[in-house]
């Protein structure tokens, strides 16, 4: 640990976490640490564990051994009340939006608000006036999901994950589906959320123009390990050959996709 890094305090820190589905494992002895204030990118391919480590990481789900430390709460030891008052701290943007059909944008954004607060209504729309305007997207309180652009939902999406004026924010693949142009808008977004509210943002992907856009610093996630983790220029001159074939896209190299599929058929 560099001595930067030692100086800065730890927001989150993941200690020999391992995960079974099924009987396979899907997360292997993974230790890390991410900074208070840095955005921290998890990259790598289908299935490496990415979204299992972030559900980990919000206490959506348990580990079966290991740990996961939420500043001082060890969220595999913590009663159930505990957790939903850590859950306050921290927003959540996922993949596909997850914004429900049959609310407009106003009440997709109110939701957390009505949920977890006794604010009176006029100050949950003042709050949702103020995010949404923060991702560009006020004006549009009214309409439905079904209304909107894949990428205004995913403005929606950041705007409801950060109403409860959280210290951390998950994305789980907040590009996966976008052109690059809107790819690009998406990352400043995070980007200057991250700035302006002070946040620790926590980025799955495997979008690698994104993960050099916007990381501090990079994790590649391979088969359930961690195989590197550094800032992107340590990242992007790695002499690991499957952090090079992943971030090449190269064909030929270690990660055989071919077999590896082949072995979890024969499995």
Known sequence: MTQMNADRKIAISVKNLEKYFEGRKVLDGVTLDIYQGETFVIMGGTGCGKSTLLRHMSGAIQP???????YDKDLTKISEEEHEQ??????????????????????????????HTDLDPKIINIIVTMKLSLVGMQGYEHLMPSMLSGGMKKRVGL???IAMDPEVVFYDEPTAGLDPVVCAVVDKL???????LLLTSVVVTHNMESVFRIADRVAMLHEGRVLEVGPPEQIKNS?????QQFINGDLVGPINIMEKNRREILN
């Open 64 to 70: 079966d051994s290991g740990q996961v430390v939420f």
């Open 86 to 115: 850590i859950k306050r701290r921290f927003g959540m943007s996922f993949q596909s939006s997850a914004l429900l059909d049959y609310l407009t944008v106003e009440e997709n954004v109110a939701l957390p608000l009505l949920e």
């Open 159 to 161: 705007a409801r994950a």
């Open 190 to 196: 995070i980007l200057d959320l991250s700035k302006k």
């Open 239 to 243: 002499s690991n050959a499957i952090v």
